[in-house]
């Protein structure tokens, strides 16, 4: 229908690009599986032909997730083609993604090809890929910058060649909204055939007018929009799709294009790319943010007191984010807890269940009150199943600002145990070395971060760090109410990620 804007989301191989972020397989899967529940209509899985771990990914998601197109991107060269449609050919609904630059700056400096040259390649590229049978996506890298008659000449060379979808990339945040919208509306008076495809937009956040620029194209008649969940990607980001899809959502009257999105998915979503990036959420973040639906000011909580809508344009329940109904503790049961993760939209196993039980009863002999976002931290940090080679079994500390810091770090590997003292500059650096010692080999740590989970002095820290290996970057997250035991599990997921990325 054409009042339905299909929603293109990228997070798994554009918002990967994101420098410090690299998600194993499992990983992938998991929020494939969760983009699915959102609703996306094409999961772009990865770059196929980029690395083996890239390949694998995408050849799970085309085997395991059947609503969406599954897409995997690919050059237009006959080797990358090949390479995303052996990963793809398991989809139900396979699309081939072909690109190449068509902007006289990146012909002249990164391509060095005529504008001949690019409109053949993407001619015998896209026809190439059609004649495998899956859907065909054409982008334009550097559209926005693109000489306007050649663009013309491209897209309709390539739709003749079979192109089911046409998109048009902002690739570098250059465009302004008005100017933007006056680019879709010239291709579509322009292109011969382009009524006879998807039109499609990726936009870029350098300028920070991604989704204002995505917005301008939906006003103008595109079919498809791409981005990314809370707006990660390469340098600025990319469109954020929460960001679109509640714009549309809350302002159908104005723009009259709608979404097939399960709305009340976006949050757990949300929370799900965060987690296993390690890209934390800024607070005033639109949509998403803590404090998106918070209300400080004093006239402002007596306006939402007496009127919800007099400052809430949209509310919490319509992403998916609950209010607490229920308080949750120590004595509280099985079946209560199970009844809260069921409101808070985990669909878990019995196993995952009891595991995440027993999790929340030791939290709960620490703190008096259990609070949703605990229980969703308790749940994430586990979100992902990948062999436990080290686990952590105890550790002392010793630390005060006259002595060195010391650590004792006992950890389980297998059936046995293996115990290590070392110092630090701090406890959670004597901590660290400990554990290296344990593991017998020294891991780089490229960044290290925290942030308390809920509010007061029990409240959760969780930790996030990422480890490199070999020129890879490995994340991961740790919460406890004890900020070095945090660390500690977030250095030791990181590490069994390393592990086991690197015995594959």
Same mark, same amino acid.
């Given at each position: 229908m054409?009042d339905?804007?299909?929603?293109?989301?990228?997070?798994?191989?554009?918002g990967e690009?994101?420098?410090?972020?690299s998600? #194993?397989?499992?990983?992938?899967?998991e929020?494939?599986?969760?983009?699915?529940?959102?609703?996306?209509?094409?999961?772009?899985?990865?770059?196929?032909i980029?690395?083996?771990g890239?390949?694998?990914?995408?050849s799970?998601?085309?085997?395991?997730?059947r609503?969406?197109?599954?897409?995997?991107?690919?050059?237009a060269?006959?080797?990358?083609?090949?390479?995303a449609?052996?990963?793809?050919?398991?989809?139900?609904?396979?699309?081939?993604?072909?690109?190449i630059?068509?902007?006289?700056?990146?012909?002249k400096?990164?391509l060095?090809?005529? *504008?001949?040259?690019?409109?053949?390649?993407?001619?015998e590229?896209?026809?190439?890929a059609?004649? &495998?049978?899956a859907?065909?996506q054409?982008?334009a890298?550097d559209?926005?910058?693109?000489?306007?008659?050649? $663009?013309?000449?491209v897209?309709?060379a390539?739709?003749e060649a079979?192109a089911d979808?046409? #998109?048009?990339?902002?690739?570098?945040?250059?465009?302004?909204p008005?100017?933007?919208?006056?680019?879709?509306?010239?291709?579509?008076? #322009?292109?011969?055939g382009?009524d006879?495809?998807?039109l499609s937009?990726?936009?870029?956040n350098?300028l920070?007018?991604?989704?204002?620029?995505? &917005?301008?194209?939906?006003?103008n008649?595109?079919?498809?929009?791409?981005?990314?969940?809370?707006g990660i990607?390469?340098?600025a980001?990319?469109?954020? $799709?929460?960001?679109?899809?509640?714009?549309?959502?809350?302002?159908r009257?104005?723009?009259k294009?709608?979404v097939?999105?399960d709305?009340?998915?976006?949050y757990?979503?949300?929370? +799900?790319?965060?987690? $296993?990036?390690?890209m934390?959420i800024?607070p005033n973040?639109?949509?998403?943010?803590?404090?998106?639906?918070?209300?400080e000011?004093g006239?402002?909580?007596?306006g939402?007191?007496?009127?919800?809508?007099t400052?809430?344009i949209?509310t919490?329940?319509?992403?998916? &984010?609950?209010q607490?109904?229920?308080?949750?503790?120590?004595?509280?049961?099985?079946?209560?807890?199970?009844?809260?993760l069921k409101?808070l939209?985990? #669909? &878990?196993s019995?196993?995952e269940?009891n595991a995440a039980?027993?999790?929340?009863?030791? +939290?709960?002999?620490?703190?008096?009150?259990v +609070?949703?976002?605990?229980i969703?931290?308790l749940?994430?940090?586990?979100?992902?199943?990948?062999p436990?080679i080290?686990? $952590?079994d105890?550790?002392?500390?010793s630390s005060?600002?006259k002595v060195?810091?010391?650590?004792?770090? *006992?950890l389980?590997?297998g059936?046995?145990?293996?115990?290590?003292?070392?110092?630090?500059?701090g406890?959670v650096?004597?901590?660290f070395?400990?554990?290296?010692r344990?593991?017998?080999?020294?891991v780089?740590?490229?960044?290290y971060?925290?942030?308390?989970v809920?509010?007061?002095?029990d409240?959760l820290?969780e930790?996030t760090?990422?480890?490199r290996?070999?020129g890879q970057?490995?994340v991961g997250?740790?919460?406890?109410?004890d900020?070095?035991?945090?660390?500690?599990?977030?250095?030791i997921?990181?590490?069994?990620?390393?592990?086991y990325e690197?015995?594959?």
């Amino acid at each position: 229908m054409d009042d339905i804007i299909r929603v293109f989301d990228t997070t798994l191989r554009d918002g990967e690009q994101s420098p410090g972020v690299s998600l #194993n397989t499992e990983e992938k899967l998991e929020i494939a599986r969760q983009l699915e529940k959102l609703g996306v209509d094409v999961i772009e899985a990865g770059f196929p032909i980029a690395s083996k771990g890239d390949f694998e990914a995408v050849s799970a998601i085309a085997r395991e997730v059947r609503r969406p197109a599954i897409c995997g991107l690919c050059r237009a060269v006959k080797a990358d083609i090949d390479r995303a449609w052996e990963a793809l050919k398991e989809a139900a609904h396979p699309r081939i993604h072909v690109f190449i630059a068509t902007s006289d700056i990146h012909l002249k400096y990164k391509l060095k090809m005529t *504008r001949e040259d690019v409109l053949k390649a993407s001619v015998e590229s896209v026809a190439y890929a059609k004649s &495998l049978g899956a859907e065909v996506q054409f982008s334009a890298e550097d559209a926005s910058r693109t000489d306007l008659e050649y $663009l013309y000449q491209v897209f309709a060379a390539v739709i003749e060649a079979g192109a089911d979808v046409i #998109n048009v990339p902002d690739t570098v945040g250059y465009a302004v909204p008005d100017e933007f919208g006056a680019l879709i509306r010239g291709i579509k008076e #322009n292109v011969p055939g382009i009524d006879k495809v998807q039109l499609s937009v990726h936009c870029h956040n350098d300028l920070g007018m991604a989704t204002a620029n995505s &917005l301008a194209a939906v006003q103008n008649g595109i079919q498809q929009v791409e981005g990314t969940i809370n707006g990660i990607g390469e340098r600025a980001g990319n469109a954020a $799709l929460e960001e679109i899809i509640m714009a549309l959502n809350t302002r159908r009257d104005y723009f009259k294009r709608a979404v097939n999105i399960d709305t009340t998915q976006i949050y757990r979503t949300s929370m +799900l790319v965060a987690h $296993l990036t390690g890209m934390d959420i800024q607070p005033n973040k639109a949509i998403v943010g803590a404090n998106a639906f918070a209300h400080e000011a004093g006239i402002h909580q007596h306006g939402v007191l007496s009127e919800r809508s007099t400052y809430e344009i949209m509310t919490p329940e319509s992403i998916g &984010l609950k209010q607490n109904k229920m308080v949750l503790g120590k004595l509280s049961g099985r079946h209560a807890f199970e009844e809260r993760l069921k409101e808070l939209g985990y #669909n &878990l196993s019995q196993d995952e269940i009891n595991a995440a039980f027993e999790r929340f009863k030791d +939290l709960a002999d620490k703190k008096k009150v259990v +609070l949703d976002k605990d229980i969703e931290a308790l749940v994430t940090e586990k979100a992902i199943k990948i062999p436990e080679i080290y686990a $952590l079994d105890q550790f002392q500390i010793s630390s005060g600002n006259k002595v060195t810091a010391t650590a004792t770090v *006992r950890l389980k590997h297998g059936d046995q145990f293996i115990e290590e003292a070392a110092c630090g500059d701090g406890p959670v650096d004597a901590v660290f070395n400990a554990i290296e010692r344990c593991i017998g080999r020294e891991v780089p740590l490229d960044d290290y971060g925290i942030r308390a989970v809920t509010e007061g002095k029990d409240a959760l820290g969780e930790v996030t760090v990422r480890v490199r290996n070999d020129g890879q970057v490995f994340v991961g997250k740790g919460v406890s109410t004890d900020i070095i035991e945090a660390s500690a599990r977030a250095y030791i997921d990181a590490i069994n990620k390393m592990l086991y990325e690197t015995a594959k």
